[in-house]
Nanobody, 115 residues
Framework: QVQLVESGGGLVEPGGSLRLSCVAS????????MGWYRRAPGKQRELVAR???????VYDDSVKGRFDISRDSAKTTMYLQMNSLKPEDTAVYFC?????????WGQGTQVTVSS
């Protein structure tokens, strides 16, 4: 059972940037499709970015051009670089397989975009 731990969230003003990290207990990012998800207040969890083993990426339209998903396989870490943040990006962000596995949901990391 692989463990996934998210970090890097925080409070940022609109237009600001954050980089989230997802550390895995073993190297999976070259093997499985992985994703960053978020759950905004009052909404269901949604996939915002997907990273395939080949390195190709897919983004939700709401973050396209602002977010960048990447991996550092040597460090068993996946990243989500978030730029030009908007208040509507406020959510708890999670990493998981894509499609997600229920047993791999972690605590997530809170991102709050507010002035």
């Amino acid at each position: 059972q692989v463990q996934l731990v998210e970090s890097g969230g925080g409070l940022v003003e609109p237009g600001g940037s954050l980089r989230l990290s997802c550390v895995a207990s073993r190297n999976i990012f070259n093997i499985y499709p992985m994703g960053w998800y978020r759950r905004a207040p009052g909404k269901q969890r949604e996939l915002v970015a997907r990273l395939n083993p080949s390195g190709t990426t897919v983004y939700d339209d709401s973050v396209k051009g602002r977010f960048d998903i990447s991996r550092d396989s040597a460090k068993t870490t996946m990243y989500l670089q978030m730029n030009s943040l908007k208040p509507e990006d406020t959510a708890v962000y999670f990493c998981n397989f894509a499609p997600p596995r229920g047993s791999n949901w972690g605590q997530g990391t809170q991102v709050t975009v507010s002035s």
